[in-house]
């Protein structure tokens, strides 16, 4: 019955190294969706994959962000070359899809974030 | 741009008292979802409500929906300690984006139960 995971917890990365976020999806989703949230703020939508496939990364640097979700194994969010502007809580959410039987609308499930500090 | 705006951005009430809670946002939408955020955990699904639907409830909790204004509000009754955390309300594209089940968050409001 486990929900979403990722992992790590807290990540600390000195400027100019490599983070790499993991997300694994509740059982029988397909979709995961990236977010980061600065403190005291929402959360602002990164991109939304399903297996394989960038559904929509409009909410994606252009540079250094990659998010890939392979066919086996979990989702990454890969952050190149970090900057102190990087620190942020980045959450992960899976949800099964859109159901055309539900006229969609799926809730997303969350994981509890990976806390990225960037010194 | 930003699709949902809550107000007020922080609420402190008694408890036992209700908690109103105001999402406005810009474009069209096929539903609405309320979430909850306690403190460095992630978001929890609350409710959701179609853009055909006006009012729906799920416990002690009311959502209402008006898409003439493109608002909703979050009700929650006979609050308690444990209500204590953050509410987004939470928007998909609408039709244009059919089938796009990407959500975009408001800003939030910080709920403080005061026991």
């Known amino acids: 019955n486990a929900g979403v995971m990722q992992n790590p917890r807290h990540l600390v990365r000195r400027r100019g190294q490599e983070a790499r976020l993991r997300c694994s999806p509740m059982?029988?989703?397909?979709?995961v969706y990236w977010y980061r949230q600065l403190p005291e703020e929402g959360l602002k939508f990164m991109v939304y994959?399903?297996?394989?496939?960038?559904?929509?990364e409009s909410g994606m640097p252009k540079e250094r962000f990659s998010a890939e979700f392979p066919k086996e194994g979990p989702s990454i969010l890969r952050i190149q070359q970090v900057v102190r502007g990087d620190s942020a809580a980045y959450f992960c959410?899976?949800?099964?899809?859109?159901?055309?039987?539900?006229?969609?609308?799926?809730?997303?499930?969350f994981g509890n974030g990976t806390r990225l500090t960037v010194t | 741009s930003q699709q949902g705006e809550e107000d007020p951005q922080a609420l402190s009430i008694q408890e036992g008292e209700n908690a109103t809670m105001n999402c406005s946002y810009k474009?069209?939408?096929?539903?609405l979802q309320w979430y909850r955020q306690n403190s460095g955990r992630g978001l929890v699904h609350l409710i959701l409500?179609?853009?055909?639907?006006r009012e729906k409830h799920s416990g002690r909790l009311r959502v209402t929906l008006d898409t003439s204004k493109k608002s909703s509000s979050l009700l929650i009754t006979a609050s308690r300690a444990a209500d204590t955390a953050s509410y987004f309300c939470?928007?998909?594209?609408?039709?244009?984006?059919?089938?796009?089940?990407?959500?975009?968050f408001g800003t939030g409001t910080r709920l403080t139960i005061i026991p």
């Open positions: 994959l399903q297996k394989e496939n960038i559904i929509d």
């Open positions: 409500i179609r853009s055909n639907e």
């Open positions: 059982k029988g989703h397909s979709h």
């Open positions: 939470a928007t998909d594209g609408g039709w244009w984006d059919f089938g796009n089940e990407k959500l975009t």
């Open positions: 959410a899976s949800s099964p899809g859109y159901q055309e039987d539900r006229g969609g609308g799926s809730p997303l499930h």
């Open positions: 474009t069209s939408i096929n539903n």
